[in-house]
């Protein structure tokens, strides 16, 4: 979609439904920042224990199951 399109599309639209999505596009900035914010804290403080390492990495978003049964391993 090139910016005129873009532009011609919020045109169109009503100030109700612009007031909206100006609400939505917020609420996803703050929802995006809010979990940036918790990874930014978890990376913080180093994890003591296997479970904490765990923890962190579902946070994070990451799976790190099959790295833990290598660790393991040896």
Do not use: C, H
């Not at 930014?40 to 904490?52: E, F, L, Y």
């Not at 990495?57 to 040896?74: F, N, P, V, W, Y």
């Amino acid at each position: 979609m090139t910016e005129e399109e873009f532009v011609s599309t919020l045109r169109s639209l009503s100030l109700q439904q612009l007031d909206q999505f100006q609400q939505d596009l917020e609420q996803k900035v703050q929802e995006k920042k809010r979990k940036s914010d918790k990874r930014k804290a978890a990376m913080k403080a180093p994890p003591r224990k296997t479970s904490d390492v765990e923890k962190m990495a579902d946070q994070m978003g990451l799976d790190l199951s099959s790295l833990m049964r290598e660790i393991s391993r040896r």
